[in-house]
């Protein structure tokens, strides 16, 4: 991780909507979100509309695609816009003698899912603003949720259950190419399993949808912070895995756990919290939910996952709320009810037009009678034969595979991607910027590729893309040729992909 005070000029990540402010004196109004939040108003300002300049000057010859990177001297100014004319931008401070160096793909990752994220749990941002125009509303939401999302990032290894936050003390701390050279964010990460095993999970989703009665109803299971199935789409299937990754899976329990000394939360007891504005007031108006806040989730007698970030049930119940999320597809508000057995959490979710009094409770009760033994032995069998952190490590390889369609992802074990030297992994940096590029140039179009760098330390990195499938990689054997290094490729592709990778 890379360390950036959060009173310089380091980093600065806004939200904004073109629509608003428009009238001069008014042009705060346009703001939405801004960190750091201490910085001046005339800051704030400064930044907003050197960022709505940009905006505006791309679009006179890219109407259709406005900026997506500004490369200055000392800083990149990423954008990405979330909803029509809602604008994230972050911008970020370079310096490589503290090892700030990012990808900007990567930068953008984090604002795509951070707005993912919030859609989820709120609709989206443009709707919010529809019910309440003043802005007061989404401010409300935005600034709790954004603080959240950075502050109580979650960096787990399999080996070790820790917790890192992005900020320390006051500074942030942003995934440098350390981190995200040979992973993917925005995409899930799958369990190999047993065709035996599989057929029982298979049956167990069917029990799971029994269980709902009448009702529709979509499932995903995991086994620790791997999916094992799911039926939602695949757009819903990352932000609710990014999600149970981050706060419901037993690593997340866990690490929650033993993160709870964290600064960032004392004196914080209640979900429900007043967010601070733009102008640096202090706004109560508004019920305020805070989905991503760490150290809320518990695991109930009966083992279905409990929180009070959604306040109480209705009618004096002293029960605690069950959370509602928006589905992508379907855009329809379901309950989610998580169970948990050990390693093995599963996520059922039912429409909330379709529940009446108690239906939530009758559904709970026939997944503790029809379905508890079935998961118990699933359970079971999957940690029987689960390899550990290492059981996808591929000796003599450094590798990431990547389906954009179906947004799944593998790669080494981050303890294995550790041992790899500084050489290589910014080389490996380079060739997926190189990418990325090749890949905007490109646009939709289906076009294979494959670059190969010779790293300073003699290590070769490769990529190699075909449709909608990567492959990046680094081998650290010095004395290889790169036909030894492509042939090594090869053998990768043809045992592990099933020769997705091959080239003519």
Known sequence: MASMSSGDESLRLCVFDLRRGQTEGQELDKILFFHPPELDVSTQLSVTGLSEGLITFTRLFSPEAACEVIEAERHSHV???AETDIWMVMVVEKNKDTGAIWRIDALRGMLKEVHSLFVMFHGSVRALLEKEPTGGLTRAQLYPF???YLSTFQKRSRSEDWCCDLFVGKKLQLPNFRETTLSERGTVQMLTLARDTALEVQSLVQV???????LQCLSMILFQDLLVSTTLSPDDTVNLFTFAVMRLTSQALLSSDASSWSHLRKGTGSSETSSRSTSGSID????????????????GKDGFLVTDIWGLETGGSPDPAIPIVWLQE???RVYLL???YKSLTLLLLLPETDIVNGGLSAVKQQVIEQASLRIMKIEEKISRGWGGENAYHVKGYRYLVVDTDLEVSRASPSGKVATLAKESLLALNKLREEVDLEKSRAKRQERDL???????????????VSRDKELYMALEKASDTLLDATDAVGRFSNRYCSGAFLMD
């Open 146 to 148: 954004i603080t959240d």
């Open 450 to 464: 494959e670059i190969c760098i010779r790293a300073k330390n003699n290590a070769w990195v490769i990529a190699r």
């Open 79 to 81: 954008f990405f816009e």
């Open 208 to 214: 799971l949808d029994s269980c709902a009665g009448n």
């Open 330 to 332: 379907t855009q329809e």
């Open 338 to 340: 998580a169970y948990q």
């Open 284 to 299: 109560s108006l508004h019920h305020v939910i805070r989905p991503l806040q760490n150290d809320k989730w518990k695991k």
